[in-house]
């Protein structure tokens, strides 16, 4: 066989292999959204691009969120938010239209992106003091509710006081509620603790 007949061979299959893949006897589809459909086959979440090809393959870090016509994960521009457990507290981040991993699991909770910003909770760790007998540092936690960009970089801090909290897996059984909303990428509106909100105007 010629050399340049081998390689077509090998062309053809690796891409039937890679791109043909079954999306039958899937749970559910979903409507197309930033022309990406979710599908569900077990207890795993899946993508079919706007040609329906499978273009994220089924996996257990997809974060759930609810919409008008059932509950899946979603994208939006360019983004879906996954889910990564550390020491029994999950973590959450954001995955690419191809599933590459572009804002790692870091936040206490996020937000779906919206007009290309999103609210996540920053976790600080706080140094008290350190133990001498045991040569460990005594430490103590807080998050913020912060605006981040598609990169992951800080737009603004939504809240100004810290929010303490008990690092645990006992305690954190459900990640701490955001309560600031995107208006727009320059507005925000803040909810103070009278449950009153404020517009927050960023440049």
Request: hydrophobic share 40%; aromatic share 10%.
């Amino acid at each position: 066989m010629k050399r340049s007949n081998f390689l077509i061979l090998i062309t053809v299959f690796f891409t039937t292999v890679l791109y043909s893949q079954s999306i039958d006897n899937v749970d559910f589809v979903s409507s197309m959204n930033d022309e990406m459909a979710a599908v569900k086959k077990g207890n795993q979440w899946g993508f079919i691009n706007s040609e329906g090809n499978m273009a994220i393959n089924f996996r257990d870090d997809l974060v759930v969120s609810k919409t008008a016509d059932g509950s899946y994960p979603i994208f939006h521009n360019g983004r879906c938010l996954i889910a990564q457990k550390k020491d029994g507290i999950n973590y959450y981040g954001y995955i690419d239209r191809t599933g590459k991993t572009v804002i790692e699991p870091q936040y206490l909770n996020a937000t779906n992106f919206n007009d290309n910003v999103a609210i996540v909770l920053v976790l600080r760790r706080n140094e008290l003091s350190k133990n001498i007998a045991l040569n460990k540092a005594v430490v103590n936690y807080d998050y913020f509710e912060v605006a981040i960009n598609l990169n992951g970089e800080v737009i603004t801090y939504l809240t100004q006081e810290p929010v303490h909290i008990t690092l645990s897996a006992e305690k954190l059984r459900k990640p701490p509620v955001i309560y600031s909303k995107v208006i727009s990428n320059t507005l925000f509106a803040v909810m103070n603790a009278q449950k009153k909100w404020s517009v927050l105007k960023v440049e």
